[in-house]
């Protein structure tokens, strides 16, 4: 057995070992992979950093304009992996995703780097571009523009929060025998159960 104290509130259980994950220095801890469903049903996949617990939810920040907005306002059924390979642990968390306040993107995006916020500016993201020369010259441009001033976030840019109706706990083990254990939206409660490996 994994030996891992769950604790009622899957939450908790997330923050204990995500916040091992980064003691141990696991290769980009808050890297998640997020599934959308687009039109006809099919599925994409892509890698986005969770930002912490907001209200709830599992915060991401992206584009409002790119594919995955695109998806999520169709349908804003998601599911977002975390692997830890070196831990062999792996935490599946399906819900569904809202958007933050204004304010909170505006918050979060005064926190980033600035050349992060330039690049909010000149990605028009999932869309296609005709060069590569095409989005470095927009980005320097921006640079030249913002030279002397705060950068303010785009109005197309924010954040993201995903309310879990279902978080699974994935530890693996010997022979396969991995131990997986589910938490499932009661109401206020959540019900709790082993799945088969
Ligand atoms: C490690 C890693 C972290 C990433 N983090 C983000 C992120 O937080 N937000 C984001 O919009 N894209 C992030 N990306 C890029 C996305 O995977 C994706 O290419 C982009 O968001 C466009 O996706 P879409 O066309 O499905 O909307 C990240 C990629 C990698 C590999």
């Given at each position: ?88 642990r792996?935490?599946r ?31 028009k ?29 785009p ?20 022979g396969?025998?991995?131990e ?8 206020s ?6 799945l088969?490996?």
């Open positions: 057995m994994s030996g891992f104290k769950f604790n009622l509130d899957p939450f908790v259980n997330f923050v204990s070992l995500y916040e091992e994950a980064v003691e141990k220095k696991m290769p980009e801890p808050n890297a998640m992979a997020l599934a959308t469903v687009g039109e006809n049903n099919k599925p994409s996949v892509r890698t986005v950093l969770y930002k912490g617990i907001l209200r709830g939810g599992f915060s991401f920040y992206t584009n409002y304009q790119g594919r995955k907005a695109l998806e999520i306002s169709q349908n804003p059924n998601v599911c977002v992996n975390f692997f830890w390979p070196q831990l062999e792996q935490i968390i399906e819900g569904q995703a809202e958007k933050v306040t204004r304010a909170e993107s505006e918050a979060y995006f005064k926190s980033r780097p600035r050349v992060s916020q330039l690049g909010a500016w000149a990605s993201q999932s869309q296609r571009l005709t060069s590569l020369e095409t989005l470095e010259s927009h980005f320097q441009e921006l640079d030249q523009r913002y030279a002397h001033q705060e950068i303010p976030c109005p197309h840019w924010g954040g993201y929060i995903i309310i879990p109706e279902a978080i699974e706990f994935w530890f693996g083990r010997q396969r025998m991995h997986r254990y589910q938490y499932v939206r009661n109401g409660d959540w019900d709790r159960f082993f088969n490996p």
